[in-house]
């Protein structure tokens, strides 16, 4: 089912014609209400009426992250802040955190981005969403219980933790869909084993993700340990939140909500726009944001984009899932690696778990990476022959994909520490310490 | 302000036209659609016809937790679980919590209630609510989050705990509302207290309190810390979360929104309705709920109902604040004491802050009670005469409350454990351990 098929299944050409109207629409929003635009665009000399093709957006400058913390905390709202109904704020880890204000009009686009992606992954009204997500300044939680409301689903709005109570209500309750980030899921699945709850015997039909990069073989252990199919849900809390782009159960790339989120691809150093299919930085502009418009923001996250007629029927801009963020790019030994390479390389060597940290030392001066990984409880008991076997296919399936030496250690199983909720520490970066 | 001048100003004669209506209403509902009803009305051989005047409410049977226990998880909708699309539950610290189902209509319904409670506290469009209660299956941080937004203020969702980031973010965002539990209030004003933060110097203008039971003596503290006034907003996960009746300026009693919930006043033990003004068990019969009709729901709340014209210009029926709850009544030697007696009564003198904890022991074979509280910093630290003139005070204070013998204990300010979120312990029985 499609949840707007005038929208999501536009030619090409036709979306062009919406985005550029809309395009030119918000430039000129933002130029006039918002000083910080309208600075920026004044000192780069390009100004609402440059706009004239969907090209020109190249003439824009970018808005990053540090423009939104110098802007902190309502300064490119573009509405009195009367009309603003609600703020959330990422979760800025360092300093102030960056903010993002929603007249009604932006809630009710939130919910209805999320409810074309929740429909297009088979849910409806007669599901029942169990949404594990933070709810709170965080966008995580909010997202599909805007998005779950507008479809007619059941939200149960459990939050994050109390993991015993989230499978008793799973039972209890008849859960459809779960919404969860991987590393959370992985947690639950195992605690679900532990007290002898088979997931295939439940109501379950299918996964949400949200919030944390994954590779394919991470899905594949969430799909094999719940036993239904898992999609990724993409958004980030300064351009609305979760529901930006979200993955159809073609399994291969996310449809990006572009009549409301335009996507360009740039190489993060030459700022220039990347061609189709190339990998680069996602950069976006939210054409339909009334309360904070956002053009050209630099999410520092790693995909491509795709213009094709999907098997699912959509038409919409398709986004690979985000291979890395610019920002979590490690330089090991001058190389670039991103965790999620060695995420892929871990996966696809049986005889290990999800659960690993990748340690980054430099006794000397060279830099060395651990990796330490858990072993599957069948094998760390039983088979020391195979437990070196393995730890070596490990460090060469690494080597292979990041050019590499790494020291592998295979850990007791439920060694490396579980999240209760949000995202998992994969990497401990020890140098210069 | 009035939200809604034509329901909130009814004369009492046309307020009870429609509510006769509305019962009818959700009688006949309740007794086709839900088996729990019609069974109970069948055995008690109650029909939906015999309902001809309010008075005739008497004739039907009660429902109490245990029955919504009983009847765990949705055996008391009255629509297809497709119809549902929101699900809170109780806290149920033991066994199986207590479920709540919202339509579409009663999460409007909800909304509602809150924008007239709110718009009655002088709040509005151009107001920031950070509201501290927590989001997820209570139903704490929805019940402002929907009123919020129905009458266009600004809510930050922060939920509970952060204490330091909440101050911040009250400094940041210029909040003018604050809604919190009156123990997590009072640990916010004194962390605010310890970082020199004077709450005078904010933007504050109101605070809205709810989920915990409070005396007058509290909210005396409490506006003095933050030199705003505090208003009570009431309400039950189970009848549709807060929101059922709310303070109006006027700060002596709760409009009961009676066009949703009516309310009825009955002795707990010969569960006769009490006449006006005098004090017993309030039973809230939802009138108007769709998802999830509740019919004579006994609250434990204990207080007392009258109508009047208030001096704000509304009609609802108000309620006093709570003053305890049938099962919060503790037993001592007999006696029959509430907690927020011994509270009134602490707080009524000089010198101690509003922290404290009744402990209950039975070392032999009569009961004791030891009374911990903090004394003010600035005679703890320096005058041991004061003190034993407080504690004397205090005794006698109780003893003229309850009319027991206590042991007062002036314990060392801040030694008594302060809650980051929900209600405060503030019995503590070991009896009979």
Redesign the interface.
Known sequence: MIWDKDIECLTHEEMQELQLKRLQDVVTRAFNEVPYYHERYSQAEVYPEDIQTLDDIEKLPFTTKTDLRAS???GLFAVP????????TSSGTTG?PTVS?YT?ED?DIWGEVVARGLTMMGVG??D?IQNTHG???FTG??GVHYG??KI????????TGQTLRQIELMQ??NTSMLIFTPSYGLHLAEVMKEKGVDPKDLNLKVIGFGSEAWTDEMREKIEEKFGVPAYNIYGLTEVIGPGVAMECPEQNGLHIYEDHFYPEIIDPKTHKQLPEGKNGELVLTALTRVGMPLIRFRTKDITNIRHETCGCGRTLVKMDKISGRTDDMLKIKGVSVFPSQIEKALLSIKGVEPHYQIILTRPDILDEIEIKVEASPEIFFDNVKELIGIRDKLAQAIHDEIGLRVNVTLVEPKTIDRVESGKAKRVIDNRGK
């Open positions: 902190y905390p309502f802040q009367k009309e603003i109904v609600e703020i959330h102030k204000g009604k809630l009204e007669n029942i709810y709170g300044l939680g909010f779950g409301q007619g689903a059941t939200v149960i709005p459990i939050s209890d309750f």
